[in-house]
């Protein structure tokens, strides 16, 4: 016994995966851009803050230093005054001379580094303060310089620094960058369950619509699928698959109804079909009585052909394969053919055929199709119209349509029959009249398809006594 395993489930491509990656992916996005711009402004502000204070002590060291510059000790003195109870090396001040030479320094490592000379052509009072940062041997940490240049009393030009150890800024851009990595992880994970928290509600409607959807058959095509009244994307999608689910149980039904009524239809010739053939073979049967039996066999042979033939056409329609020719057509010729051809027939019955035409409206369509529904409709008339009766053919111009009316004035039909005359295989035959040979009720579906698929309408008014009147609108066309 072997089974087919079943193919795996492509987690990675579902919607709610989808959901919550993107929404993980976004999140982590912003918060890196949110911590980088955070960082960037912190480091800056705590540089901004160390050049501010490191500006305010150079300047005021420059100021004592511009008295005395020549008498070292007095320069030491001055540094440890401003020093005070310092930790040696968090703030470092030197003295240089203007060939760039360290003449006093606060600590001694301070000899060692170098830091960039401004320039020394102008005094204190025009030159710009400078900042450099400079890497030292005996520190694992860069210092920030500041350095103002000024003019002693012999009139010498000398630069005062004063430096600062960045290893408190750097401990505490460090601190920040843990904080934001665990903030970030946070972030992330947060994401991610919120992802798949929301991308689960969210989907959940989804799921209901889909299991509905599911439990729908054939046999249940009446059932629709709920809607949870928000008026959202989910409810549009819902009314949307309902509206398809109506026209899929429409259609269903009306395949059925066809089905069945196709069957019945061809049931009745062929039984008369083979209780001929059975009374045939049953016996001994004379030339006269073949003959009449093949003659009748072959009136329903004849109704079978026009059945498949009228199915066929009305199969072509519903699958929008129906092709039709567009040519100006005279309609008034068109008319005139078929009024000719229904002429004997109408003289048979008794009943008059006229006229009421224009050969100067045109219409542009098929004319092989055109003449079908006409022939309907006249045969039609003259069949249910009644002895005596009068069949008139008329057409006028209505704007841009030609209207052409098909009007008897016979003894009508009920209004309830009036809105399922052009279904399929509806008859109305013993409302129409009494009389008249049985039609196979697909001729007025036939004619409503062609004329619509012309870009026209039809219609059919009708009281009880005052006869029946079939409208058929065309556009009209220049000739």
């Known amino acids: 016994m072997s089974s087919a395993k079943a193919p795996p489930k492509r987690r990675l491509g579902t919607i709610r995966t989808r959901l919550t990656l993107w929404s993980a992916f976004v999140t982590t996005a912003v918060c890196v851009v949110l911590c980088g711009v955070l960082y960037i402004g912190f480091a800056h502000s705590l540089q901004h803050e160390i050049d501010g204070f490191l500006a305010g002590e150079v300047h005021q060291m420059a100021a004592l230093l511009a008295h005395h510059a020549q008498d070292p000790a007095a320069v030491q003195a001055s540094f440890a005054l401003e020093l005070g109870a310092r930790p040696r090396g968090v703030l470092v001040f030197r003295l240089k001379s203007a060939d760039g030479r360290v003449l006093v320094s606060s600590d001694t490592f301070a000899e060692n580094w170098q830091t960039p000379m401004p320039p020394l052509d102008q005094g204190i009072s025009a030159e710009p303060t400078h900042f450099a940062t400079a890497n030292i041997a005996e520190l694992d940490y860069p210092v920030r310089v500041c350095m103002q240049t000024f003019t002693g009393a012999d009139g010498s030009h000398y630069v005062a620094e004063a430096a600062y150890a960045l290893d408190r800024m750097y401990a505490s851009l460090a601190t920040f960058r843990t904080v934001a990595i665990v903030a970030l992880v946070v972030a992330v994970a947060g994401a991610v ?18 299991k509905k959807a599911n439990e729908i058959g054939a046999q249940r095509l009446a059932e629709r699928l709920p809607l949870r009244g928000t008026g959202d994307e989910l409810d549009r999608l819902a009314e949307t698959l309902n509206r398809m689910l109506e026209r899929v149980e429409d259609h269903v039904r009306r395949v059925r109804q066809f089905t069945a009524d196709a069957s019945h239809e061809l049931r009745s010739p062929l039984a008369v079909l083979r209780g001929n053939a ?127 009316t098909v009007r008897d004035n016979g003894p009508g039909i009920p209004p309830e029959h009036l809105p399922h005359l052009f279904d399929r295989f509806y008859r109305a035959d013993q409302a129409w009249s009494g009389q008249g040979p049985r039609g196979c009720g697909l001729g007025l579906s036939i004619c409503r398809m062609i004329v619509e698929a012309h870009g026209g309408t039809i219609r059919i008014e009708s009281q009880p006594g005052h006869g029946i009147a079939v409208v058929v609108s065309l556009p009209r066309t220049g000739g």
């Open 278 to 404: 059975e009374v045939i073979l049953a016996r001994q049967r004379s030339a006269e009585e073949l003959r009449a039996t093949i003659e009748q066999s072959v009136e329903h042979y004849d109704r079978l052909t026009r059945i498949a033939d009228d199915l066929l056409l009305l199969a072509k329609g519903d699958a929008g394969e129906l092709r039709l020719a567009r040519e100006p057509v005279c309609f008034a010729d068109a008319i005139r053919g078929v009024v000719d051809l229904y002429g004997p027939l109408a003289e048979e019955r008794g009943i008059v055929l006229r006229t009421e035409l224009n050969d100067d409206l045109l219409v542009c369509g098929d004319p092989t199709y055109l003449r079908q529904v006409l022939s309907n409709l006249i045969e039609n008339a003259v069949k249910y119209a009644g002895a005596g009766k009068q069949v008139t053919v008329s057409m006028a111009e209505a704007g841009d349509m030609i209207r052409s």
């Open 193 to 210: 369950g919120g992802g798949v928290i929301i991308a689960g509600r969210s989907l959940r409607p989804v799921e209901l619509i889909t």
